[in-house]
């Protein structure tokens, strides 16, 4: 399977690497724009930390559990810190998931994690 095969699927199984090079496979919603895929996520979260690290991942369309149902594929992400980056990611996800994303983002509002949000763009291998 090749990286633009990969299509606007609703979740995928995206698969960050620790310094010690283990693999570990997060399920999170995803926008396809522009031949790149873009996830919304916690900037403190564990994901964009390796992902800051090494830019290698690896993604899989899957179920909302993260149980790959296609085959992996090599691919490059990036962090996208600024908040022009998150508000269009934010705006991505809503005309996508609708209502699934509004209630999710007013329940973030009541999570004891209070770091903000940035996307992640997520495009072919090197």
């Known amino acids: 399977m ?9 979740y995928i199984a995206l698969e960050t690497f620790r310094k010690s090079g283990e ?5 999170v919603w995803v926008v396809a724009e522009g031949g790149k895929l873009y996830v919304w996520t916690v900037g403190d979260s564990g ?34 810190d600024s908040q022009v980056d998150e508000d269009a990611q934010r705006k991505r996800l809503a005309t996508k ?12 509002r009541f999570s004891r994690n209070k770091a903000g949000h940035v996307a992640l ?3 072919p291998a090197n």
Do not use: C
């Open 2 to 10: 090749q990286f633009k095969e990969v299509g606007d699927p609703s």
């Open 23 to 27: 693999g570990v496979v997060t399920p």
């Open 121 to 123: 763009e997520i495009g």
């Open 47 to 80: 994901k964009v930390k390796r992902i800051r690290n090494n830019s290698r991942v690896r993604i899989a369309v899957s179920d909302a559990r993260g149980t790959p149902k296609s085959g992996w594929v090599e691919a490059q992400a990036r962090v996208l």
């Open 97 to 108: 998931y609708g209502w699934q994303f509004h209630l999710f983002n007013w329940m973030n």
